[in-house]
């Protein structure tokens, strides 16, 4: 039975930093990071495939968030620097059965619980 498990959530000043862990993660497939914050819809925010060769961003976290794996360990992380408000939100890990990224939260199988990010001014 899958299960992926976040931690690394937490309160942190603007410009600070966070490494978001996911445990579970499975070495043929591809993973993501997604982002619910309050009354939004959940959204896209990295991707890689299942080797860690290929990562993908979206546009409001490249250059300060990234994306990496250990398949030995079975786990995925988000660093996340210069932190802003906007970013707070509770971030969730998903895996698809699949070795591509997808950007589409649908086409991902499996999620963890979420860890919640809180970035103060």
């Known amino acids: 039975q899958v299960q992926l498990v976040e931690s690394g959530g937490g309160l942190v000043q603007a410009g600070g930093s966070l490494r978001l862990s996911c445990v579970g993660s499975?070495?043929?497939?591809?993973m993501g990071w997604f982002r619910q914050a309050p009354g939004q819809e959940r959204n896209y925010v990295a991707g890689i495939d299942s080797d860690g060769r290929i990562t993908d961003y979206a546009a409001s976290v490249k250059g300060r968030f990234t994306i990496f794996r250990d398949n030995t360990k079975n786990t995925m992380y988000l660093q996340m620097n210069n932190l802003s408000p906007e970013d707070t939100a509770i971030y969730y890990c998903a895996m698809r059965r699949h070795n591509l990224i997808a950007t589409y939260r649908y086409t991902y199988d499996y999620w963890g619980q979420g860890t919640q990010v809180t970035v103060s001014s």
């Open positions: 499975e070495r043929d497939y591809a």
